[in-house]
């Protein structure tokens, strides 16, 4: 069993960064594709951004593109979501996802197969 323990939630004015960190426990991380997604009180999980077991791929909501970056340490088990110029409709609590096969459909809860916790992000001035 693969744990994934998220950190770096919090209260962010809007216009501000965070930047949200994932370790995974599993030795074979590095053969991992990951992802993040979060959910709004009241609304469905929701992709955010995925990125290949090498880091050489990246995937993005349009909601999010062009503020946020996600990136991935293979040496710490490490993978992060640096969140910038962020709105109030980015709060939501914000999960960690890994796919040990490395499927297609990365923007598909039903590819991963392990998430993390959560962890709440909330934007408010």
């Known amino acids: 069993q693969v744990q994934l323990v998220e950190s770096g939630g919090g209260l962010v004015q809007p216009g501000g960064s965070l930047r949200l960190s994932c370790v995974a426990s599993a030795s074979t991380f590095s053969s991992y594709a990951m992802g993040w997604f979060r959910q709004a009180p009241g609304k469905d999980r929701d992709f955010v951004a995925a990125?290949?077991?090498?880091?050489?791929?990246?995937f993005y909501a349009d909601s999010v593109k062009g503020r946020f970056i996600i990136s991935r340490d293979n040496a710490k088990n490490t993978v992060y979501l640096q969140m910038n110029s962020l709105k109030p409709e980015d709060t939501a609590v914000y999960y960690c996802?890994?796919?040990?096969?490395?499927?297609?459909?990365?923007?598909?809860?039903?590819?991963?197969?392990?998430w993390g916790q959560g962890t709440q992000i909330t934007v408010s001035s």
């Open positions: 990125i290949s077991w090498s880091g050489g791929n990246t």
């Open positions: 996802t890994a796919d040990p096969r490395s499927s297609p459909d990365v923007r598909a809860e039903r590819t991963y197969m392990y």
